[in-house]
């Protein structure tokens, strides 16, 4: 688990997903065949009410690339995922995410409960910190748990330097995390959308 991890103000102890309250967490386009998956895009598309709705023409062909690569590079520096396809979290909080959705809803859960073994982290977003190409130290990297510390001690979490967007595409750590297990609660109970880890001054 997280037991060598030293948790600090600038370390948050905690993952949080962000959903759209009717649907429930962790519903994931990455999981339906490519088809069904576009299908499914294009509606969000026609009906322009939230921030997936921009998305371009090729964005889940694009994605299901870099999802490969996250994965890759995870089972290379020693990852043992168990899924073909992620769940997403972050690190810490950005709410500036629930404006993605009509009704947005938050859930953490304690950094504790994902073993090193199946939750790998970029960071920013998978697509800029894997396509993007400025010369930023962290693009193109994938990084395991025990490199949290001294990844967060280095550049900070994007929320604090760039919460508005105005430096660039990076707005936080992505935690992709590829087992069901740590998961299951939320995943047999797609209604769940209360905090199982709430929110208190010192959290972050």
């Known amino acids: 688990m997280t037991s060598g991890l030293h948790f600090s103000e600038h370390l948050p102890n905690y993952l949080s997903?962000?959903?759209?309250?009717?649907i429930g967490p962790f519903v994931n386009l990455s999981d339906l065949p490519l088809i069904e998956a576009e299908t499914q895009l294009t509606q969000i598309r026609e009906l322009g009410e939230t921030f997936a709705s921009q998305r371009s023409a090729d964005y889940l062909t694009i994605r299901r690339d870099l999802e490969n690569r996250v994965r890759q590079i995870f089972i290379q520096k020693g990852g043992l995922p168990t899924r073909e396809r992620p769940h997403y979290m972050i690190l810490g909080a950005c709410p500036w995410l629930l404006g993605w959705y009509r009704h947005g809803r938050e859930l953490r859960l304690p950094l504790e409960k994902?073993?090193?073994a199946v939750?790998?982290?970029t960071y920013g977003d998978t697509f800029p910190a894997l396509r993007y190409q400025d010369g930023k130290p962290y693009r193109g990297q994938v990084y395991r748990l025990e490199e949290l510390p001294?990844?967060?001690?280095?550049f900070d979490l994007p929320q604090n330097w760039n919460p508005y967007g105005e430096h660039g595409p990076d707005r936080y750590i992505e935690a992709q995390i590829w087992d069901d297990a740590p998961l299951r609660a939320y995943l047999n109970n797609r209604s769940r959308t209360n905090t199982e880890f709430?929110?208190?001054k010192n959290s972050q």
């Open 17 to 22: 997903h962000y959903f759209e309250a009717a």
């Open 114 to 116: 994902f073993p090193s």
């Open 119 to 121: 939750v790998s982290f």
């Open 150 to 154: 001294d990844l967060v001690l280095q």
């Open 198 to 200: 709430p929110a208190t």
